[in-house]
């Protein structure tokens, strides 16, 4: 068994520190600091960093990546492998790969994708809770998971137990959902795909879950659709959906109106972004590894965006290449796309990716040590056991690498061609044709060296369209793969990079621009020297404005002369951008239909997918999505995705000034209190009264909170086991609003709590609405409990609510933060951090978490 290197690093910096010298680094730039260092920075569970800069982290990398390059002929020197990932210049590790790779301090796997599911298709409560299991083992170890549900008898149908009849998928939706929320992953959520097949009864209950505020918020959700269901859709006939999917002998089977659904699925997605949609057919048709599906490779899901589809307990690790590097005197009329560098380096980041294949492998081997090690009886332990033994068969036997890009749009507009032109199309076209056959080339030549995957047969992908595609382009290459193999079953996809391009100051994936400029507010005091008031909100707070550029627009800016500090008003960035290569270029510009084509275009050379979200603005009709959901298909997309302007609250909005007067000062919660907010709820103690709270949650961020006594006459009774559920604002009769709380009882019917404002105590309520208030302007949540320990209150039942309020929101101060202001108990040190909601002390580890 291979082990990981555990040595651990002796010299520890503070989050300061680290965020100094890292936003040095960045030049200033403030969010890609404190991204890396939050994210990305080698940390212990104690909060201690190991790493001061991006370089101490490629240099991490460099050295395990040269360490597994030795086994094997040629090896590349830590040297070289650090020149290619220093800077986030050229090859970028994505996500799990860039915190995994060489950290002894978490046993988590380097996987950023994976899928589960039963064999056999078992719909049994057995089964479907060994899922729930495997997703929430795979969550914790830092992977996003996908499933699909098409296995799950419909509704209705006879079931052999207590229940006489089945449920249905929606149900399981919303258990598997609740366990995505209930995984930390270092300051973040777990992450789940849910997919069904049209072709199954239930599809339409799927395809609403969603609709109902509150329901099925921990999972992305997309629907499976084939080919015959598009024609029906096309031709108005109808369409039979069965149980089992497309079996031949169906025990259940339904003729439906498929236009009636789509019509459905348009119209979801134009409302809410969701659901997604899978071009089933045509992905499996593609698919490599499809070829091998009697081998255990038949695809079954996706991963949570959608760009890698995947058989039962496969998994792939994620790079990117930045195209922005390969375009020589960029933003010049002598601008040009280096492809000699270009192919050399898609080489070496195949050859990395094979090697980061052996880290993981020695990562599951240490995974599976320590559920060895763990105290509990195998019985308990037999699921995770056995799901990182069938994934580690995956991972050896298959070598599925996952590389990818990032930069498109400043790469076309660097070289004066503008997103969503035909020429800037078909220049894509011949960038993404180039990573295809030296991607495969370099598969093919590691196969001379190290050996091919170890269930390579040609004769099974002879007639396999990707495959096809090669050898039409290079028929040597297809030669050299019939004698010698490939390492690696499939190679290529292209993922979002969401903070990947935040660190390479690019734009993101294969995305437009978003913005090329931009104005922000910073809070100011007006009696200070030289301040510039260039704003006054409604509680008298002065604000400055300032303009913020896309790194690479300020590039261009800087090429041609143009001052980058003067603080433009609106029409002169209006005029600046008209002169740009980013003109008529942004998401909210560039033709959808043009971008529906790029994308179909493209995929013909990834053998994976593609997560790209077709942005549209508010206005655009139902009947534009269906079209463009249509048109999709035809140019042989695997799937697609839109958002329309203002469907899905908490998502980035343009910048004029009529929407930023409509946020809160530029924050993303909304100004109006939605009706409905998921709700979290808290129990706590103060000396021997039992208190609960409350606590309304928005993109996993306190909203509001609601405190008061429990259990008893005057207080709120509710069963002990309810630890989540719905805040709803309701009228009562007189017109006044009221707060009412939801919960689904072991039952699944639903229990309201009606007026939370009458159960508690008038004064609690009161201060509850202020402190509310504050979290609704997105003050730092350290802050709000700063400022509540601070408050001087006579009442001693009122300074035990508030003892209670500020327990309660310190869980959702994030990992690591500094207590700034506080002392501790033990050594009176200033140098203090939250933990799990806990005060820390970094001096003598004292915790208080009281």
Same mark, same amino acid.
């Given at each position: 068994m291979q082990i990981v290197n555990t040595s651990k690093p002796a010299k520890t910096y503070t989050q300061d520190e680290a965020y100094k010298a890292s936003l040095k680094y960045f030049k200033g730039d403030d969010l890609a600091a404190r991204v890396w260092v939050n994210k990305y920075a080698l940390k212990d569970s104690d909060g201690n960093i190991y790493e001061l800069t991006p370089?101490?982290?490629?240099?991490?990398?460099?050295?395990?990546?040269?360490?597994?390059?030795?086994?094997?002929?040629?090896?590349?020197?830590?040297?070289?492998?650090?020149?290619?990932?220093?800077?986030?210049?050229?090859?970028?590790?994505?996500?799990?790969?860039?915190?995994?790779?060489?950290?002894?301090?978490?046993?988590?796997?380097?996987?950023?994708?994976?899928?589960?599911?039963?064999?056999?298709?078992?719909?049994?409560?057995?089964g479907i809770m060994k899922i729930d299991q495997e997703q929430v083992q795979l969550m914790k170890r830092r992977g996003g998971v996908g499933h699909d549900l098409s296995h799950i008898r419909p509704k209705g149908s006879p079931v052999k137990n207590s229940a006489l009849t089945s449920t249905g998928i929606v149900p399981f939706m919303e258990r598997f959902s609740n366990s995505t929320r209930e995984v930390a992953q270092d300051g973040r959520r777990g992450a789940l795909m849910l997919s069904v097949s049209i072709n199954h009864p239930d599809s339409e209950d799927f395809i609403d879950a969603k609709m109902e505020q509150g329901k099925v918020t921990g999972a992305n959700v997309s629907v499976r659709i084939d080919d015959e269901f598009m024609k029906s859709v096309e031709s108005g006939e109808s369409y039979t959906q069965k149980y089992p999917i497309h079996s031949d002998n169906p025990k259940y089977s339904k003729e439906i109106n498929a236009s009636e659904i789509w019509n459905k699925i348009v119209h979801n997605a134009w409302k809410s972004a969701e659901p997604g949609i899978l071009f089933w057919d045509t992905i499996t048709r593609e698919s490599v590894p499809d070829c091998y599906a009697d081998l255990g490779y038949k695809t079954v899901s996706t991963n949570p965006c959608g760009e890698i589809p995947l058989c039962p307990y496969d998994s792939c690790r994620l790079l990117a290449i930045n195209l922005f590097s390969y375009v020589d005197n960029p933003f010049t009329k002598e601008a040009s796309f280096n492809f000699e560098l270009f192919k050399k380096h898609v080489a070496f980041a195949q050859r990395m990716m094979d090697d980061i294949i052996d880290l993981e492998l020695e990562k599951i081997d240490t995974i599976l040590a320590k559920i060895d090690a763990d105290p509990e009886g195998e019985e308990v332990k037999l699921v995770e056991k056995n799901l990182w033994l069938n994934i580690r068969k995956k991972a050896y036997e298959g070598?599925?690498?996952?590389?990818?890009?990032?930069?498109?749009?400043?790469?076309?507009?660097?070289?004066?061609?503008?997103?969503?032109?035909?020429?800037?199309?078909?220049?894509?076209?011949?960038?993404?044709?180039?990573?295809?056959?030296?991607?495969?080339?370099?598969?093919?030549? #590691?196969?001379?060296?190290?050996?091919? !995957?170890?269930?390579?047969?040609?004769? &099974?992908? =002879?007639? $396999? /369209?990707?495959?096809?595609?090669?050898?039409?382009?290079?028929?040597?290459?297809?030669?050299?793969?019939?004698?010698?193999?490939?390492?690696?079953?499939?190679?290529?996809?292209?993922?979002?990079?969401?903070?990947?391009?935040?660190?390479?100051?690019? #734009?993101?994936?294969?995305?437009?621009? !978003?913005?090329?400029?931009?104005?922000? &507010?910073? =809070?100011? $005091? /007006?009696?200070?020297?030289?301040?510039?008031?260039?704003?006054?909100?409604?509680?008298?707070?002065?604000?400055?404005?300032?303009?913020?550029?896309?790194?690479?627009?300020?590039?261009?800016?800087?090429?041609?002369?143009?001052?980058?500090?003067?603080?433009?008003?609106?029409?002169?960035?209006?005029?600046?951008?008209?002169?740009?290569?980013?003109? =008529?270029?942004?998401s909210n510009d560039v033709d959808w239909l043009s971008k529906v084509h790029l994308q179909g275009a493209v995929q013909k050379w990834i053998d994976h997918s593609i997560s790209v979200t077709i942005n549209l603005p508010n206005d655009v009709s139902e009947e534009l999505v269906g079209q463009l959901y249509l048109e999709a298909w035809k140019v042989g997309c695997k799937g697609v995705t839109v958002y329309r302007d203002g469907s899905r609250s908490g998502v980035l909005i343009s910048n004029d000034e009529k929407k930023e007067e409509e946020t809160t000062n530029g924050t993303s919660f909304p100004t109006k209190r939605p009706q409905v907010l998921e709700a979290d709820v808290v129990r706590f103690q103060n000396a021997k009264e039992k208190w609960v709270a409350f606590i309304g949650i928005i993109d996993d961020k306190p909203y509001e909170i609601f405190t008061g006594l429990s259990d008893d006459e005057d207080g709120i009774l509710l069963p002990r086991w309810v630890d989540k559920g719905l805040i709803i604002k309701n009228r009562n009769e007189d017109g006044t609003s009221r707060y009412d709380f939801q919960y689904e009882n072991k039952r699944g019917y639903k229990t309201t709590i009606e007026g939370l404002s009458h159960k508690f105590d008038p004064e609690f309520w009161n201060y509850a609405k202020l402190i509310s208030s504050t979290l609704r302007h997105e003050m730092p949540i350290e802050r709000v409990v700063n400022l509540i320990n601070s408050l001087q209150l006579d009442s001693e039942s009122i300074n035990t609510w508030k003892n209670g309020v500020a327990r309660a929101l310190k869980r959702y101060v994030p990992d690591g933060t500094e207590a700034k202001g506080q002392k501790c108990t033990n050594c009176n040190s200033t140098n203090l951090m939250y933990q799990e909601g806990c005060l820390t002390c970094k001096d003598c580890g004292s915790s208080k978490c009281g």
């Amino acid at each position: 068994m291979q082990i990981v290197n555990t040595s651990k690093p002796a010299k520890t910096y503070t989050q300061d520190e680290a965020y100094k010298a890292s936003l040095k680094y960045f030049k200033g730039d403030d969010l890609a600091a404190r991204v890396w260092v939050n994210k990305y920075a080698l940390k212990d569970s104690d909060g201690n960093i190991y790493e001061l800069t991006p370089n101490d982290m490629h240099r991490r990398i460099a050295k395990e990546i040269a360490r597994v390059e030795k086994k094997y002929p040629n090896p590349l020197s830590e040297d070289e492998v650090f020149d290619l990932i220093k800077e986030f210049k050229y090859i970028v590790p994505q996500g799990s790969p860039m915190a995994g790779i060489g950290n002894p301090f978490q046993v988590g796997s380097l996987s950023n994708c994976f899928v589960i599911g039963n064999s056999g298709n078992s719909d049994s409560y057995g089964g479907i809770m060994k899922i729930d299991q495997e997703q929430v083992q795979l969550m914790k170890r830092r992977g996003g998971v996908g499933h699909d549900l098409s296995h799950i008898r419909p509704k209705g149908s006879p079931v052999k137990n207590s229940a006489l009849t089945s449920t249905g998928i929606v149900p399981f939706m919303e258990r598997f959902s609740n366990s995505t929320r209930e995984v930390a992953q270092d300051g973040r959520r777990g992450a789940l795909m849910l997919s069904v097949s049209i072709n199954h009864p239930d599809s339409e209950d799927f395809i609403d879950a969603k609709m109902e505020q509150g329901k099925v918020t921990g999972a992305n959700v997309s629907v499976r659709i084939d080919d015959e269901f598009m024609k029906s859709v096309e031709s108005g006939e109808s369409y039979t959906q069965k149980y089992p999917i497309h079996s031949d002998n169906p025990k259940y089977s339904k003729e439906i109106n498929a236009s009636e659904i789509w019509n459905k699925i348009v119209h979801n997605a134009w409302k809410s972004a969701e659901p997604g949609i899978l071009f089933w057919d045509t992905i499996t048709r593609e698919s490599v590894p499809d070829c091998y599906a009697d081998l255990g490779y038949k695809t079954v899901s996706t991963n949570p965006c959608g760009e890698i589809p995947l058989c039962p307990y496969d998994s792939c690790r994620l790079l990117a290449i930045n195209l922005f590097s390969y375009v020589d005197n960029p933003f010049t009329k002598e601008a040009s796309f280096n492809f000699e560098l270009f192919k050399k380096h898609v080489a070496f980041a195949q050859r990395m990716m094979d090697d980061i294949i052996d880290l993981e492998l020695e990562k599951i081997d240490t995974i599976l040590a320590k559920i060895d090690a763990d105290p509990e009886g195998e019985e308990v332990k037999l699921v995770e056991k056995n799901l990182w033994l069938n994934i580690r068969k995956k991972a050896y036997e298959g070598r599925r690498t996952g590389i990818g890009i990032t930069a498109e749009g400043d790469m076309l507009a660097s070289l004066g061609l503008r997103y969503g032109t035909e020429d800037a199309n078909d220049f894509s076209v011949e960038v993404h044709k180039t990573i295809a056959l030296e991607a495969y080339r370099a598969s093919v030549y #590691t196969a001379k060296e190290r050996g091919a !995957f170890t269930i390579f047969d040609a004769e &099974r992908e =002879k007639e $396999n /369209p990707f495959i096809l595609r090669l050898k039409e382009e290079d028929e040597q290459l297809y030669y050299e793969m019939l004698e010698h193999g490939r390492r690696n079953i499939a190679l290529l996809t292209i993922a979002p990079t969401g903070t990947t391009s935040l660190m390479t100051q690019t #734009t993101s994936g294969i995305e437009p621009v !978003f913005l090329p400029v931009y104005k922000r &507010r910073r =809070k100011v $005091n /007006p009696n200070d020297k030289d301040v510039r008031v260039d704003f006054v909100d409604e509680v008298g707070d002065s604000w400055e404005e300032y303009v913020v550029f896309h790194h690479r627009f300020k590039q261009w800016m800087e090429v041609n002369g143009i001052d980058t500090t003067k603080n433009y008003d609106n029409k002169e960035l209006d005029e600046l951008v008209k002169k740009s290569p980013y003109y =008529k270029a942004t998401s909210n510009d560039v033709d959808w239909l043009s971008k529906v084509h790029l994308q179909g275009a493209v995929q013909k050379w990834i053998d994976h997918s593609i997560s790209v979200t077709i942005n549209l603005p508010n206005d655009v009709s139902e009947e534009l999505v269906g079209q463009l959901y249509l048109e999709a298909w035809k140019v042989g997309c695997k799937g697609v995705t839109v958002y329309r302007d203002g469907s899905r609250s908490g998502v980035l909005i343009s910048n004029d000034e009529k929407k930023e007067e409509e946020t809160t000062n530029g924050t993303s919660f909304p100004t109006k209190r939605p009706q409905v907010l998921e709700a979290d709820v808290v129990r706590f103690q103060n000396a021997k009264e039992k208190w609960v709270a409350f606590i309304g949650i928005i993109d996993d961020k306190p909203y509001e909170i609601f405190t008061g006594l429990s259990d008893d006459e005057d207080g709120i009774l509710l069963p002990r086991w309810v630890d989540k559920g719905l805040i709803i604002k309701n009228r009562n009769e007189d017109g006044t609003s009221r707060y009412d709380f939801q919960y689904e009882n072991k039952r699944g019917y639903k229990t309201t709590i009606e007026g939370l404002s009458h159960k508690f105590d008038p004064e609690f309520w009161n201060y509850a609405k202020l402190i509310s208030s504050t979290l609704r302007h997105e003050m730092p949540i350290e802050r709000v409990v700063n400022l509540i320990n601070s408050l001087q209150l006579d009442s001693e039942s009122i300074n035990t609510w508030k003892n209670g309020v500020a327990r309660a929101l310190k869980r959702y101060v994030p990992d690591g933060t500094e207590a700034k202001g506080q002392k501790c108990t033990n050594c009176n040190s200033t140098n203090l951090m939250y933990q799990e909601g806990c005060l820390t002390c970094k001096d003598c580890g004292s915790s208080k978490c009281g």
